[in-house]
């Protein structure tokens, strides 16, 4: 697919709907999949593998490298809007730099540590959180994702045994449940990410805290799910994800995943062992747009992660 090609084909259409039902519109046949997965599934990527750029030459360089959406994380060389001091001029100048190069919000980069034992991070946390929810408007997308955290003390990237407890799903759920009404205020939209290392770690408690607290909808990664042993089950798990909580998905992300001495890997797509073309055919079962966001990215490596994820939609 040449570059022509592949940027017209990216910019199809608009952002995904919010909220709507899940609704499986899949064709019976591969080539009706692959024109429902093409029309429907819009590729974004996370504005900080373009935050060592300017504002302006990180806009031109995302549109230019074929992207529909971004995930914002704020933070450009020249312009750095700071959530805990907010400047409502960065923030403009940003979003209008976005916007004249056709490129939408996806998604506010909100991620911390709901449940962190260091009172004082998770303050800090759920204060930028706050500004995000009361003021979602000025970025145009009330779409805010955060994490589910981890009860180690040690790293906010490391499992602890006091996440598989009650005690701290319980946490985890007061959190989550605090985030939700205030967004509910705003009609803002809090999605989390669930990992197996987190508090929600698996597609059951995700199920459980989207049934315990409503207003919760997700982002769709199914990598952060797999521990090593599970990865020789990949097929079956990716569809009770799906079955689980699909349907309360609002934006997907795409990266890769791989057995580590460590439990699991996640690089950038096509550097593990994710089953793309079901990934692909699930997503494209909700027969509605998605924004699917690549991350886990260094700069030099976006082109051939896309073109990795592109190559997949003739896969499927």
Not at 32 to 41: D, E, Y
Not at 195 to 222: C, E, F, H, K, T
Not at 250 to 261: F, I, P, Q, T
Not at 265 to 288: E, N, Q
Request: proline share 5%.
């Amino acid at each position: 697919m040449n570059t022509l090609n592949r940027r017209a084909w990216l910019k199809l259409s608009s952002a995904a709907a919010l909220g709507l039902p899940f609704v499986s519109k899949a064709a019976p046949d591969n080539q009706g999949l692959r024109s429902v997965a093409r029309n429907n599934l819009k590729l974004g990527v996370f504005t900080g593998v373009y935050s060592n750029l300017p504002l302006e030459e990180a806009a031109r360089r995302i549109a230019d490298d074929g992207f529909h959406c971004v995930v914002l994380e704020y933070a450009f060389a020249d312009v750095r809007f700071d959530p805990w001091q907010p400047d409502w001029d960065k923030a403009r100048r940003i979003t209008s730099t976005l916007a004249k190069h056709n490129l939408k919000i996806a998604g506010l980069y909100g991620y911390y540590n709901v449940v962190d034992p260091d009172p004082a991070k998770r303050l800090r946390g759920e204060q930028r959180m706050q500004v995000l929810i009361e003021n979602w408007k000025h970025f145009g997308c009330p779409v805010i994702s955060t994490e589910t955290g981890t009860l180690n003390e040690k790293s906010e990237w490391s499992e602890s045994p006091e996440n598989a407890t009650e005690a701290g799903y319980q946490a985890c759920r007061g959190s989550l449940e605090k985030l939700a009404a205030a967004a509910k205020k705003t009609r803002a939209v809090i999605s989390i990410e669930p990992y197996w290392r987190n508090v929600i770690d698996s597609a059951p408690r995700a199920q459980r805290v989207m049934r315990d607290v409503p207003g919760l909808r997700l982002v769709m990664d199914p990598c952060n799910y797999f521990r090593k042993e599970d990865l020789s089950q990949m097929a079956p798990m990716l569809k009770d994800i799906f079955r689980r909580v699909g349907k309360q998905t609002v934006l997907a992300h795409a990266k890769d995943v791989k057995g580590s001495a460590n439990g699991t890997d996640l690089p950038a797509a096509g550097k593990g062992v994710l089953d793309y073309p079901l990934y692909l055919r699930l997503l494209a079962g909700f027969g509605r747009e998605m924004n699917l966001v690549i991350e886990h990215l260094t700069l030099d490596d976006v082109p051939r992660a896309r073109d990795y994820v592109l190559s997949q939609f003739d896969r499927i």
